[in-house]
Each structure stands twice: as structure tokens, then as C-alpha cells.
């Protein structure tokens, strides 16, 4: 099996791990998702991303959102 090919078997696999690991955030509450800087309209925007792109980063992106949103008001984070 070619390197290349190899590559994206494994990039295949990472992201349909992802996308179970992201799908079972869907059973946090509120209060959970909020500690991690997330809400539940951010994982099943995330969730909705074509198969192919990994919803782990939709998620990264919602989050850096809300620290950032966060951290302009003068509001604390839980982290830096």
C-alpha cells in the first residue's frame, strides 16, 4: 500500500473518531458544554460538516469564538 494512500486511510479513520467522540458531546448538558466553551447548536453545527472534513475542528473554531468573545467583554475563562 502506497504512503499516500496510506495517508488517507488513516486521516479517514482519525475523522470518523472524531465524529462518534463529537456526536456523544450531544449527551453533555449545558452546564458541561458551557465549562468547555461550547453549546449544543456548536456540535450539531459541527456534526452537519460533509463527511469528509473532521467536526473536531468546527468545534475548535466555536470555541476559540467564545474565549475570544469572552476574554473582549472583560469575562473570566476557565482557561488561557
Known amino acids: 500500500m502506497s504512503s499516500n494512500l496510506l ?3 488513516r486521516g479517514a479513520l ?3 473518531s472524531n465524529r462518534r467522540a463529537v456526536s456523544r458531546l450531544l449527551e453533555a448538558d449545558d452546564a ?3 465549562d468547555i466553551g461550547l453549546r449544543a447548536v456548536d456540535i ?3 456534526l452537519r460538516e ?3 472534513r473532521d467536526p473536531s475542528r ?4 466555536a470555541c476559540c469564538t467564545w474565549h475570544d468573545a469572552r476574554l473582549l467583554s472583560g469575562l473570566p475563562v476557565c482557561c488561557p
Open 44 to 46: 450539531r453545527r459541527a
Open 7 to 9: 495517508g488517507v486511510v
Open 14 to 16: 482519525r475523522g470518523w
Open 50 to 52: 460533509p463527511v469528509f
Open 58 to 61: 468546527a468545534l475548535r473554531a
Open 32 to 34: 458541561v458544554l458551557a
